[in-house]
């Protein structure tokens, strides 16, 4: 059984949709989170939730808005997708400060 | 702001080699420590979370330690294989609220073990 799963795991749009990313969690645990793996590879933060309320907002524009539906899911929609929004985008869940466990990843790419 | 260096950013070896990588951190106030193991076009796998109290995680091959004044880790790998391939990615919490939880990543060392 997936204990982090993401759908999808490729997604090709062109600038200016719209898309969403879906994130789902069997593992428990009450908090879940965001991150962006750039071309460089640097992986960075974007949001976190605990307990369906978010308590990590760090500096992304707000065409990116997260969701969570209810403690085992937390999806991402972003708004008119720009170039420089092409990335990996990992979900992760973990019991509060605890170990961290990620998703495969959906790899975005924005033509 | 916390800042994770990871040194070096890539390392080849030969395999059954002994090896370190290292892990520095900028603020100590930390709540925790974890090394991570990524795969060309994977997700992240976990393999250590060290907590701020402890010195050292083991498991298996792999040690993990942890000198939270000077703001350092190491993560030792024995006997490497030609398996033990793959970018190796440190990250530390913080320890206090908000945002300061969040895990701040490092840029990863590439690992290449030759048969």
């Known amino acids: 059984d997936t204990a982090v799963s993401q759908t999808p795991k490729y997604l090709v749009t062109q600038m200016g949709n719209d898309k969403s990313i879906k994130c789902e969690q069997n593992?428990?645990?009450?908090?879940m989170y965001w991150y962006k793996q750039d071309s460089k590879k640097f992986l960075k933060i974007m949001f976190s939730?605990?307990?369906?309320?978010?308590?990590i907002n760090e500096t992304v524009p707000n065409r990116f808005s997260p969701k969570s539906p209810d403690k085992a899911h937390l999806n991402l929609h972003i708004n008119s997708l720009e170039l420089g929004d092409s990335a990996v985008y990992f979900c992760?869940?973990?019991?509060?400060?605890?170990?961290?466990?990620f998703g495969p990843g959906t790899r975005l790419t924005v033509t | 702001k916390q800042e994770v260096t990871q040194i070096p950013a890539a390392l080849s070896v030969p395999e059954g080699e002994n090896l370190v990588l290292n892990c520095s951190f900028t603020?100590?106030?930390?709540?925790?420590l974890q090394w991570f193991r990524q795969d060309p076009g994977k997700g992240l796998t976990s393999l250590l979370l060290?907590?701020?109290?402890?010195r050292e995680q083991t498991s298996g091959r792999l040690n993990a330690s942890l000198d939270k004044s000077s703001g350092r880790s190491t993560l030792y790998i024995a006997a490497s294989q030609p398996g033990d391939s793959a970018t190796y990615l440190c990250?530390?919490?913080?320890?206090?609220?908000?945002?300061?939880?969040?895990?701040?990543f490092g840029k990863g060392t590439l690992l290449t073990v030759n048969p």
């Open positions: 060290i907590q701020s109290s402890q």
């Open positions: 593992l428990g645990h009450d908090t």
């Open positions: 603020d100590s106030a930390i709540y925790n």
């Open positions: 990250a530390v919490r913080g320890d206090s609220g908000g945002s300061n939880y969040k895990l701040t």
């Open positions: 939730y605990n307990n369906k309320e978010l308590i």
């Open positions: 992760a869940s973990s019991r509060f400060h605890y170990e961290q466990y």
